[in-house]
């Protein structure tokens, strides 16, 4: 599942990547700011000569004659022409802001490329599609019910329409470009008009091209109609389907079992007698756990610290089996402050850690996601990656995923087979076995990540392999 890609340093595959775009947005706007002040002390000064000129204002050859005849104005402009003419037009036309271009440049290459831009859409098409949200909704910061103070332009309402078009959404187009064009402006301004004018009747045009794309040419009259509604109003035959089971996990929707228990875990390590551990009961079979509490504020620190995701070696992305599916940024982490995260992995499991085993540190993205897949390798199946894993420990037993943060809105983990929602809460461990007793791999276990709408989600993740566990699990 994970492979390491070529353009895995992405702004949008982390909230730390976004954030580095959002510090160089800000310095550009420094730069730019900056730029603009030198313009107008330029403008300024020009100023300044014009009004200290004071030239009088001659209309024609007499009045021309008249003024030079005077010695004291003839005499001035000999000297004003000579003496002050070459260091006026230096001034003109020097280079003020040269640098601050540099900058300004040095900064535009650092943009976002098409790699990343096609990500955010992506991610935009998720949140909407997954969750049903309204575009309407979304473009005014209406998130799942909540109000956000954050808003989406014109320009972005438009650039969602031309992509939900290519994607042959065509009635989640139509729906962004009519948004487009009611939130539309007019400039006057002639850049601005270049930048963001969009001509309304193209928006309109291009409404009743997707309209008629999703739908029927007989039915103009009543798209022509629907474009002169709010972008509240539904859309002609556009009702929505039945939730789907992955949807109504994202949305945490499905029935909770009553039967399973929560405790405090006294009993799988004798250090667990002094410290007990609180264990909830998700599942008995596959068997899946949740501990709760047991990360402390400084190792959540360590683990969610921008400096020590220097300290990777390396940037992996997830992808999918048959789509690049782009969700993530991950790496591994060395810091051996976190032994005794690995200690308390074998309290609550009673299994080893394997010595070779890094915990691995994830951020995630704008509408990451990751689509249902097993942890397991299965190593009857033959393949190079089972072929690595027989060698190196055999397959991945259990997987203990430790919640290093919370997510705001959506970013469940989903067992999409056993309809299991899993809310990330800071400091939980979830812990789950891959594995049936007799090594076999346990399709039940599939699971999966809901795009993420809102937040900063971080994990930690570490996975028990097959033969450390010799004499720690019994097969049957
Ligand atoms: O972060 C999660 O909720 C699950 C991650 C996962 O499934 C994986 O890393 O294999
Ligand atoms: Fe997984």
């Not at 009747?201 to 040419?217: N, T």
């Not at 039945?242 to 004798?270: H, K, M, V």
């Not at 850690?353 to 915990?359: A, D, I, T």
């Amino acid at each position: 599942l994970i492979s390491n890609s070529t353009n895995s340093k992405l702004y949008t595959s982390s909230v730390l990547g976004l954030t580095k775009l959002k510090e160089i947005e800000d310095l550009y706007i420094d730069e730019l700011s900056d730029y603009m002040e030198l313009l107008q002390q330029k403008m300024h000064t020009l100023k300044l000569y014009l009004e200290k000129l004071q030239l009088e204002k001659l209309e024609n050859y007499e009045q021309r004659v008249q003024y030079v005849s005077n010695p004291l104005k003839a005499f001035g402009l000999l000297r004003r022409t000579h003496q002050d003419w070459p260091k006026w037009h230096n001034y003109t036309k020097s280079d003020i802001g040269a640098a601050k271009l540099i900058a300004m440049e040095q900064l535009l290459a650092k943009a976002p490329g098409n790699d990343d831009m096609m990500e955010a859409y992506k991610g935009m098409h998720r949140i909407e599609e997954v969750y049903d949200l309204e575009a309407a909704d979304m473009a005014k910061g209406l998130l799942l019910g909540k109000q956000y103070d954050a808003k989406l332009s014109t320009a972005e309402c438009l650039a969602l329409g031309d992509y939900m078009f290519n994607q042959s959404e065509f009635a989640r187009a139509a729906k962004w470009y009519r948004l487009g064009l009611y939130y539309n402006t007019e400039y006057s301004n002639d850049v601005f008009k270049q930048i963001y004018g969009f001509e309304s009747d193209e928006i309109r045009k291009m409404f009743l091209i997707a309209r008629i794309k999703g739908g029927s040419v007989d039915d103009v009259p009543i798209y022509l109609r629907e474009l002169s509604h709010g972008p509240h109003t539904p859309l002609w035959k556009s009702e929505k389907g039945i939730p789907s089971a992955y949807q109504e996990g994202c949305w945490g929707r499905l029935p909770r079992r009553r039967d399973l228990t929560c405790r405090y875990n006294f009993t799988t390590s004798p250090f667990l007698r002094l410290a007990p551990l609180k264990m909830e009961m998700i599942s008995l079979d596959p068997y899946i756990v949740i501990y709760r509490d047991v990360l402390s504020e400084q190792e959540i620190r360590l683990a969610t610290d921008q400096s020590n995701f220097k300290l990777m070696d390396e940037v992996w992305t997830y992808e999918n089996k048959d789509m690049m599916e782009r969700i993530s940024t991950a790496g591994m982490i060395y810091l051996k402050e976190f032994a005794n995260v690995n200690q308390r992995i074998e309290d609550m499991t009673g299994l080893n850690v394997s010595l070779s085993e890094e915990l691995q540190i994830v951020n995630f993205g704008l509408g990451a996601h990751l689509a249902p897949h097993g942890d397991y390798v299965n190593l009857t199946q033959p393949s190079k990656l089972a072929t690595l894993f027989t060698k190196l420990g055999g397959d991945r037993l259990v997987t203990v995923l430790f919640y290093t943060s919370d997510v705001e809105l959506g970013g469940a983990t989903l067992f999409s087979k056993l309809n299991i929602t899993v809310w990330p809460q800071k400091g939980s461990a979830l812990i789950w076995y891959n594995l049936d007793r007799s090594g076999r791999p346990d399709v039940l276990t599939e699971h999966c990540i809901c795009p993420i709408i809102v937040g900063n989600r971080w994990t930690l993740t570490q996975t028990l392999m097959e033969w450390d566990q010799m004499f720690k699990r019994r097969c049957l």
